[in-house]
Structures are given as structure tokens and as C-alpha cells.
């Protein structure tokens, strides 16, 4: 095996990073993959809450790079899904505590044990940024459709490009349909006419995606949840199958009921 | 050693340190650089360094590569200095600074002889976000000017995309400059010391000229070819 090294971004906080490395990972291992992923948010550590893996770890991320454990002791094994694995970022510690060169090294020691190994990376363009794409192969940005989670993307995207890692791919996350409609929330064409990256998926705005979150469940094991759907589709496109994009304009309620059972969507 | 280090002069500034690089290749001069950390790390830990490298034009992985060498030294590399516009560039794209509070010798002559032939700078690339490119002549820009970027030009500034960010002509005070694109919805212009209200982004957009008119208030035109 030779892993993929993906590490998902954003610049600006709060946009679904975590969200979007918990959902992705697990869906990926529901596909059968190994999966690693790694908390590259040294000292604001939360990745390990989404996944409702908190209260079993032992050994971080620091802990492997200091010596005081080998990499698989910091490997923490998920609940559900005995091929995916949660490597901790340290709470006590900060972004100093860990080197571009430290992030290569670990990628490089997991690179023949799994399929993919997913780096959750803090907010901001510093040292942990620096930090969480250094091992990359390949990097998604995630933005929400708002003016200054676009703005930040962009920023990213002009670094990245700077520093020649390829070109990343973009989550759009939370986009709410209806508002779009009555133009009150940029359209996915307006944020892709901006970014100008190719795009590798639309979640759409879904409470059941905080649900999950606070549950430590992630949303892609819930079948009914849109957001899931999207996100397990996302999953694929990662696994390179090309997989359709689901219509945002999709009826709900009881007529799209009605279509479905007649097979017209 | 002695011959190597002599490569580099490094001295205290007010925002810390600053390493002046001597003519040499560029692999010497960081290899010097390095060298003159490590003979005393003591000394370097946690300094902010700021580079003043000449002529030398350096590319991304320049940087980048010195960057995380620094950064393993624990050094914050925040400014890089130079008289090229392409390292300028580079630096810049990198989010490094490209100026520091010690005027150069080099910039104080520029002020007393503006340059006065046509020099332009050409910028094949759209500029995203946290870019600032400033050319003593005219910018041509292929690409768009997304929100966040910025433009800074002693001439005009033309673009051949679409225009978010923020321009300013003639910042030397040349009130005859003047900042034309195909799509000229900038959060804000700027020509000589005047400053554009926010142009709203149109429907379908017409190439635009802006300059200052007989009344000295700067103003958007449609490009009338001919």
C-alpha cells in the first residue's frame, strides 16, 4: 500500500474543517480503506470529540515526535471501523511543538500502512498551517459561501499555488439552496468563478451535521442525512470514481416523495 | 569558514534581525547563512530574521526551502528585501514582507529621480487574496484582481480580467495615470491621491476606463474603441 496524503484546509475558522475530516475518513473506511487521520491543530485539539474518540487517548501527535511513544502507540483505533485510525494533536502544547519536517516524516512512516492519511489543519496561514500541508499530495480547501470564508480560501489557494502543491480541489460546504434562490447567499458559481479551483463537492446546509458532531457520530453513518450523502460522494470522487453531483434543487417534503416512488428523480 | 561567512553581515534592526547577503551564488549565500546560525544558536533562537538579498532573484522554493530551515532553527524568517522585482514577488506571494522600517539608499534615490521611461510589469497569473505587487512603472496584469489583492503602480495599471481588489495608479503622484480592465468592479481605486467609491459589480460587464477628469474627481468611462 501507498498511502494518499490529503490535508484538508480553509484559512478562515469554522467552516467545516474537522466536520469535513471526520466524515470524509469515516466514509472512506466504509469503503473498505485504511484510513489515518491526523489532528494537525496542535493545542485546540477537537477532531478526536467529532469522532467520539476522546476519552482513549493516551499517546499525540508531540508524544510520537518527542520520543516518548512509537507511532502506532499514538494510533488510536475508531469505534466503528477497526481499519480507521485517529492520531491526537496535544492539547498542552503548541504549534511549535511540531516541524514541516516532522509532518513528512510520520506521512512518510504511514505511507506503506494505509490507503489515505487525512490531515485535519488549523485555521490561519502560520507555522500549523505550514505544518499540515507540508506532507500533502494532494490539498481540499473547504469555504462556506460567505465573502470573507471566500476571501480566505483564496488567500490559501494563491499559498498553495506558491508553493507548488499541486492543484487543490473544493469543498463547499453548508450551502443553503433557498437562500441562494432569493440571492441572499453567493451561488456555487459565484464562489468557483472566483476560486477558480476544481470543485469536489456541495454540502448542503443540514443541522443533522451538528447532531452528529456533538454525538461523536459522524453524519455520513446517518443514511436519511443530504449533508451524509454529499460527504460519502466526496468520498468516492477522493477514491477517484466519478460520481454524479446530487441536485440541490431537489423537492422535499411529500410531492418530492411522490416523484421519487414514480422514479422521476 | 572564514572566507564564507564573510558572505553575510548580520546586525540588529528594530523589528530584529537583519542578514545582508554579498554578491554569490545563492546556494553559498545560504549555506552561509546557515553556518553562521549554527556556530551560535544561542544567539539566533527565536529571533525574527528579515533578509536584504540584493539582485539575487530567488524563486518559491528558495524561500520556502530557507523558510523551514530557519523554522527548524527556530528563526521567524518576516521580511525579504530586494532590488528584483521577481524575488519581490516571490516574497510576497509567500506572505513575506518586502519592506522594512529602514529606508533603503537604493529607494531614497528613486524618490529624488522618478523613473521616467515606460517600463511595465507583466503578471501572467489572476492575483488572489493577500498578493501586493508594486512596479516604479505600469503593471499589466492577464488574469483577474480578486477581492484582497492589491495593485500599487508609478504608471497606469491594466488588466485583462476582471478587477475585485484594489488598484492604485500612479502612487507617485502622477494624476495622469490612468487604470483600465474588462471588468472594473474594484472594492476601491486609487489614482495619484484620489480614491474611487466602490464600483458595484454589473450584470454584464464592459471594458472600463478610469482616470481623474477636468473637474479632479477620478471617474469610470466605458472603452469607446477608436
Same mark, same amino acid.
Given at each position: 500500500m501507498t498511502a494518499q496524503v490529503i490535508t484538508i484546509t480553509s484559512g478562515k475558522g469554522g467552516v467545516g474543517k474537522t466536520t469535513a475530516v471526520a466524515n470524509l475518513a469515516t466514509a472512506i473506511a466504509a469503503d473498505g480503506k485504511k484510513v489515518v487521520c491526523i489532528d494537525g491543530d496542535i493545542g485546540l485539539r477537537n477532531l478526536d470529540v467529532v469522532m467520539g474518540l476522546e476519552n482513549r487517548i493516551v499517546y499525540d501527535i508531540v508524544d510520537v515526535i518527542e520520543g516518548r511513544c512509537k507511532l502506532k502507540q499514538a494510533m488510536i483505533r475508531d469505534k466503528h471501523f477497526p481499519e480507521m485510525y485517529l492520531i491526537p494533536a496535544a492539547q498542552t502544547r503548541d504549534k511549535n511543538a511540531v516541524s514541516p519536517t516532522d509532518m513528512i516524516r510520520i506521512c512518510n512512516d504511514l505511507r506503506s500502512d494505509a490507503d489515505f492519511v487525512i490531515i485535519d489543519s488549523p485555521a490561519g496561514i502560520e507555522r500549523g498551517f505550514r505544518n499540515a500541508i507540508a506532507a500533502a499530495d494532494r490539498v481540499i480547501v473547504v469555504t462556506n459561501p460567505e465573502v470573507s470564508a471566500v476571501r480566505d480560501a483564496d488567500r490559501v489557494v494563491g499559498i498553495l499555488e506558491a508553493e507548488e502543491k499541486g492543484n487543490p480541489a473544493l469543498i463547499l460546504n453548508r450551502l443553503n439552496q433557498a437562500l441562494v434562490r432569493n440571492n441572499d447567499m453567493l451561488s456555487a458559481e459565484d464562489v468557483l468563478d472566483l476560486l477558480g479551483i476544481q470543485l469536489i463537492g456541495i454540502v448542503p446546509e443540514d443541522e443533522s451535521v451538528i447532531i452528529a458532531s456533538n454525538r461523536g457520530a459522524p453524519v455520513v453513518n446517518d443514511p436519511k442525512s443530504r449533508a451524509g450523502q454529499a460527504f460519502r460522494n466526496i468520498a468516492r470522487r477522493i477514491q477517484g470514481q466519478d460520481v454524479p453531483f446530487i441536485d440541490l434543487d431537489q423537492q422535499s417534503g411529500l410531492w418530492g416523495a411522490i416523484q421519487k416512488l414514480a422514479g422521476r428523480k | 569558514m572564514e572566507q564564507i561567512t564573510s558572505l553575510i553581515q548580520i546586525k540588529g534592526i528594530r523589528d530584529g534581525l537583519l542578514a545582508t547577503f554579498m554578491d554569490a551564488p545563492w546556494e553559498d549565500q545560504r549555506i552561509a547563512l546557515l553556518a553562521q546560525i549554527d556556530e551560535r544558536p544561542s544567539f539566533f533562537q527565536g529571533a525574527r530574521l528579515a533578509m536584504d538579498v540584493g539582485s539575487q532573484i530567488l524563486k518559491v522554493n528558495d524561500l520556502v526551502d530557507l523558510r523551514d530551515q530557519l523554522s527548524e532553527r527556530n528563526l521567524i524568517l518576516w521580511a525579504v528585501v530586494s532590488e528584483s522585482p521577481i524575488t519581490e514577488?516571490?516574497?510576497?506571494?509567500?506572505?513575506?514582507?518586502?519592506?522594512?522600517?529602514?529606508?533603503?539608499?537604493?529607494?531614497?534615490?528613486?524618490?529624488?529621480?522618478?523613473?521616467?521611461?515606460?517600463?511595465?510589469?507583466?503578471?501572467?497569473?489572476?492575483?488572489?487574496?493577500?498578493?501586493?505587487?508594486?512596479?516604479?512603472?505600469?503593471?499589466?496584469?492577464?488574469?483577474?484582481?480578486?477581492?484582497? !489583492?492589491? &495593485?500599487? =503602480?508609478?504608471?497606469?495599471?491594466?488588466?485583462?480580467? #476582471?478587477?475585485?481588489?484594489?488598484?492604485? %495608479?500612479?502612487? @507617485?503622484?502622477?494624476?495622469? !495615470?490612468? &487604470?483600465? =480592465?474588462?471588468?472594473?468592479?474594484?472594492?476601491?481605486? #486609487?489614482?495619484?491621491?484620489?480614491?474611487? %467609491?466602490?464600483? @458595484?459589480?454589473?450584470?454584464?460587464?464592459?471594458?472600463?476606463?478610469?482616470?481623474?477628469?477636468?473637474?479632479?474627481?477620478?471617474?469610470?468611462?466605458?472603452?469607446?474603441?477608436?
Open positions: - | 514577488q516571490t516574497a510576497q506571494l509567500l506572505g513575506l514582507a518586502t519592506r522594512i522600517s529602514k529606508p533603503r539608499p537604493e529607494e531614497q534615490r528613486q524618490f529624488a529621480d522618478p523613473i521616467n521611461d515606460d517600463t511595465a510589469l507583466f503578471v501572467n497569473k489572476t492575483l488572489r487574496s493577500g498578493t501586493r505587487i508594486e512596479f516604479p512603472g505600469h503593471i499589466v496584469v492577464i488574469g483577474d484582481i480578486n477581492p484582497g !489583492a492589491e &495593485i500599487v =503602480a508609478e504608471g497606469n495599471v491594466i488588466v485583462w480580467g #476582471r478587477v475585485r481588489g484594489m488598484i492604485h %495608479a500612479g502612487c @507617485k503622484g502622477d494624476r495622469s !495615470a490612468f &487604470i483600465c =480592465a474588462l471588468d472594473l468592479s474594484a472594492n476601491q481605486l #486609487r489614482i495619484a491621491d484620489e480614491v474611487s %467609491a466602490t464600483l @458595484k459589480p454589473q450584470k454584464d460587464p464592459k471594458p472600463e476606463i478610469a482616470s481623474i477628469n477636468s473637474e479632479g474627481r477620478l471617474q469610470a468611462d466605458l472603452w469607446h474603441p477608436g
